[in-house]
């Protein structure tokens, strides 16, 4: 087991719900994350999944220290990052990337590729010197994948998929070990998706990366995650390799998630159940007391609604029921 990079422990953010215009109350808060812990090793891709709204967004901002945590700890390679200052923190900035969903909102219009990619150097002015920029964002270019002669154009002029070629290069140029991918390809078309995901791939390897990919569907983790982390309102529900999660789920909500996943395979096809989630996810604001799944699931008992259960290790992975067990016709083989 390699070692870890980034250690995230009881993280929570909360959002105040503040009303009035002149003097301000705080009436209730949102419980964007709520008391999360995993470990993202060196070199792995950790899959976090989830409906929207359930934290996944939040989780990446207070990971790249854009948001302030309510309480908690995250620890890069053995230190705080909330007490990081200075060189420190300037340091941290290059270590920590972000990859966004979006490359029509994250681009902005009026910048040159050559300026939208090589803008990291210019607050980070010891990894390039200013006479070497060009050739570096050229090199950057080809690295994703487009031509390093399109350097003066701008992001319209770009496809979907070029776009996000284009938000990867600038993650890549201060040479980060880590980047947080929050959504990258949901805005794609799904040949588009694959290729960005192939690319993500290669890079991990030849740039030694390790990716925390946020998804809202298991389906597009699968090829690149060697572990997922299930999310349901602003927790970690399961969390386990790729072969535990796809194979061998033990938290209904996963078992939802995946049985809504696609299968080539008729036959198999055939043998499955589609799990239909009937409610809707509860406000972050007034969470269900126990466990935040119940007012969905189908094998609710009344110590459901009055202890929490923890996210432990029950079968052989972590996961956070009571009545944690296999659902004989979900698995995705
Ligand atoms: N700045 C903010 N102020 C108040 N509430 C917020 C803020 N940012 C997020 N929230 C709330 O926190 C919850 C989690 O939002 P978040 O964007 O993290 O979810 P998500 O899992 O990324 O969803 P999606 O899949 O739609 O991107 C939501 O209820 C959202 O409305
Ligand atoms: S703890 Fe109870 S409500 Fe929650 S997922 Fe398990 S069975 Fe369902
Ligand atoms: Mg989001």
């Known amino acids: 087991m390699s070692e870890t990079i980034l250690e995230v422990r009881d993280l929570v953010k909360h959002f105040p719900v503040q009303v009035g215009v002149l003097f301000k109350r705080t009436i209730g808060h949102v419980k964007a994350v709520d008391g ?38 995250v620890k890069f390679e053995g230190r705080d990052i909330f007490g990081l200052k200075g060189q420190e923190l300037r340091r941290l ?18 910048m040159t590729v050559g300026d939208l990619v090589g803008e990291p150097f210019e607050i980070h002015t010891e990894v390039a010197p200013k006479g070497d920029r060009q050739r570096k964002v050229q090199e950057l270019l080809e690295v994703v994948g487009l031509n390093p002669e399109h350097i003066n154009r701008y992001p319209h002029q ?5 776009r996000q070629r284009i938000g990867i290069a600038r993650a890549l140029a201060l040479r980060p070990k880590v980047i947080i991918c929050d959504e990258p390809v949901s805005a794609l078309d799904v040949s588009v998706q694959a290729q960005v995901m192939n690319l993500l791939d290669e890079l991990q390897t030849e740039f030694d990366l390790s990716y925390v ?24 529900v399961e969390l386990g390799t790729d072969e535990q999660i796809y194979e061998h789920p033990t938290h209904p909500y996963t078992q939802a998630l995946l049985s809504a996943v696609p299968v080539p395979d008729p036959e198999l096809r055939g043998r499955r159940e589609v799990i239909r989630l009937t409610g809707d996810v509860p406000s972050p604001v007034n969470p269900p007391s126990g466990c935040r799944f119940r007012t969905r699931c189908w094998k609710a008992q009344d110590i459901c609604a009055t202890e929490e259960p923890p996210l432990t290790e ?18 995705v083989v």
């Open 213 to 236: 990919f946020i998804a809202h569907d298991l389906s597009v983790v699968r090829h690149l995650s060697d572990r997922v982390a299930v999310m349901y309102l602003g927790k970690v």
């Open 36 to 73: 999360v812990s995993f470990d993202l090793r060196k070199g792995e891709t950790l899959g976090v999944v989830g409906e929207s709204g359930c934290g996944k967004s939040t989780l990446a901002q207070v990971l790249m220290r854009l948001e302030k945590a309510t309480s908690g700890t």
């Open 158 to 162: 770009f496809s979907g998929g070029q």
């Open 93 to 110: 900035r290059r270590d920590i990337q972000i990859v966004l969903q979006d490359p029509y909102t994250s681009l902005n219009p009026r």
């Open 314 to 331: 029950r079968l052989g992975h972590l996961s956070a029921c009571h009545f944690a067990e296999e659902h004989p016709h979900v698995a």
